[in-house]
């Protein structure tokens, strides 16, 4: 998928009136990277990306001064002692990365939700506010980061999937020529494949809801990210073999460093 293009237009942060809510919604959202082909590239005194688990998809960004939240589940005790975020991005409707209850107990003054239309919808419409919706392949700013919503889908592509196409987003999140991906439930698409100049991908890879490890490997092989992460691998029967998705993708490109975290702290060891 191509990210870079030419600056058109800038996007503006939320206000706090319902009635603008719809118009500024459209001024946020962007269709083109600011940063331009000459300046995307990763340089040698990039800012440290923290990922802090918490589970399953759920996750805490430490990114320089900015903090965010992936996929908020578990309540508010999920949070306790982390950074207030200054944007959380939803990826879908399921219960393992949409909890209404768990943005109803985070302190949202000031704070910017990134969803798709489907996750809108079943949120509480005193939270319209805060919420702003973005569809595949748009782009929005927030702070100083830009925020592209990449599809996320079931193949074949079916709308009686798991995860039909043009419902959810994952995320590439970019901020001076940085850039996350965030995955979401996606199978080995063409737009992940198509992917350039990531830093660090965070790679779902369970049954029956997203991929194999074999194919979360030729996925990730294709578009090279510098470090990968394997996130969302647990699935119907027990736990994904994350340590055999590192072997294939070193096995394919030694360069890619493919790193642990602990996204499951009750599992029992196998």
């Excluded at 975020?85 to 939803?90: R, S, V, Y």
Aim: with cysteine; glycine share 8%; proline share 6%.
């Amino acid at each position: 998928m191509k990210y870079l293009f030419t600056l058109l237009a800038v996007g503006i942060l939320f206000t706090g009136c319902k009635d603008e809510e719809k118009e500024k919604q459209k001024e946020d959202t962007i269709t083109e990277n600011p940063y331009g082909e000459a300046n995307n590239v990763l340089v040698a005194d990039s800012v440290n990306i923290d990922i802090q688990p918490i589970s399953h998809a759920t996750a805490v960004i430490n990114w320089g001064d900015a903090t965010f939240y992936i996929d908020p589940v578990g309540g508010a005790e999920a949070f306790e002692g982390k950074e207030k975020p200054d944007f959380i991005l939803i990826t879908d409707i399921h219960g393992d990365h949409m909890s209404a209850e768990t943005l109803q107990a985070i302190d949202l003054e000031g704070v910017h939700i990134i969803v798709p239309q489907a996750v809108k919808d079943e949120l509480p419409d005193e939270m319209n506010d805060v919420v702003r919706t973005l569809e595949n392949g748009a782009i929005t700013r927030v702070l100083d980061f830009y925020i592209e919503a990449i599809p996320m889908y079931n193949l074949p592509e079916d709308p009686e999937a798991f995860h039909p196409k043009g419902r959810g987003n994952g995320y590439v999140v970019e901020k001076n020529g940085q850039r996350l991906y965030i995955a979401g439930d996606t199978e080995n698409i063409p737009e992940m494949k198509e992917l350039e100049n990531i830093e660090i991908a965070l790679i779902p890879m369970n049954l029956p809801y997203t991929m194999t490890v074999e194919e979360a490997a030729d996925g990730v092989l294709a578009f090279a990210p510098e470090k990968v992460i394997p996130y969302h691998f647990r699935g119907q029967e027990g736990f994904a073999d994350v340590e055999k998705f590192k072997e294939l993708v070193n096995e394919g490109n030694t360069a890619i460093k493919v790193k642990m975290l602990e996204w499951y702290p009750d599992r029992e060891e196998e």
